[in-house]
């Protein structure tokens, strides 16, 4: 079966049917993923089956892999590489990172140079009556930044935002170290994805906490109707997982945000690798 790319129904999100992620990509295989990945966002391939060592070396593919402190607590034994995502315990004791990601965010913006985007593999997916809970919802920032009325985008073209490791709230509390590692850093606003030059906003509430020469209140509600205007309904994409689901979002394009509406005996468990990125622009 040759590779076909079929868009959702949203503003961003593809899937691509007809590829075995367990088998090596030939180049022009692995070009065309690339290039619906960059156009859309998010691209997932359904019915997948695939190793820890098969996820990684996907993922090198767009990119060196990009470690996290999550990683640091919670990985697959023998790959350092994948962060386990999971609400499950066993003898008491979390197996993965549980309540990851329930706020809009984009991933690791605090860090000079936020990865380019991150790979979850689906392995079980939590469901009650016959419907899958643990959905995950993406905003493109790209056709936020299209739909702001051209004043708006002036004034919006050439500031900076401030953003701040300490200024969201974390499904595991930061040690001190952490915190030192990763001092406030400063993003514009207005990002230009690198491969396809579309304009993205690039600003959240919780990691964004200033906007450079801008009094703090001014600040704070700007960032606050930035951040709602990015995820009206009109931008967001929300996939409901299956198991075997292969996902990859695009961190400039898109934000995201995991639906915490399940809880135990609804297990999830999924497997994140992240590639690396570049200083945005
Ligand atoms: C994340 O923000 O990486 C978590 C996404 C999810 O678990 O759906």
């Given at each position: 079966m040759s590779m076909k790319v079929v868009p959702t129904a949203a503003v961003l999100g593809a899937e691509i049917a007809g590829?075995?992620?367990s088998r090596a990509l030939d180049d022009p295989t692995f070009a065309a993923i690339e290039r619906a990945y960059n156009e859309y966002g998010v691209i997932f391939f359904r019915g997948q089956s695939i190793t820890p060592a098969q996820q990684v070396a996907f993922t090198r593919r767009f990119g060196e892999i990009e470690f996290n402190i999550f990683g640091e607590r919670w990985s697959v034994q023998g790959n350092p590489e994948i962060v386990v995502l999971s609400n499950v315990t066993e003898g008491g004791r979390p197996t993965g990172v549980r309540r990851a990601g329930e706020r809009w965010h984009s991933d690791m913006?605090?860090?000079?140079r936020p990865p380019r985007g991150t790979v979850l593999y689906a392995i079980e997916v939590p469901e009650l009556h016959g419907l899958s809970l643990g959905d995950t919802e993406f905003a493109s920032a790209a056709a936020a930044w299209d739909a702001l009325p051209d004043a708006m985008k002036r004034a919006l073209e050439g500031r900076r935002a401030v953003f701040d490791f300490r200024g969201r709230k974390r499904a595991l509390t930061p040690t001190q170290e952490e915190i030192d590692r990763n001092p406030p850093v400063r993003h514009p606003i207005v990002r230009t994805h690198p491969s396809t030059g579309r304009k993205c906003l690039y600003v959240m509430r919780d990691d964004c906490t200033g906007i450079e020469g801008m009094e703090p209140d001014e600040a704070e509600a700007l960032i606050a109707a930035l951040a709602d205007h990015i995820v009206k309904p009109a931008f967001v994409y929300r996939h409901q997982w299956r198991p075997g689901d292969v996902l990859m979002w695009d961190n400039c394009t898109v934000q995201h945000r995991a639906i915490q509406d399940y809880d135990m005996p609804q297990r999830r468990l999924m497997h994140r690798t992240t590639m690396g990125g570049a200083v945005p622009a």
């Open positions: 590829v075995d992620l913006c605090y860090t000079a």
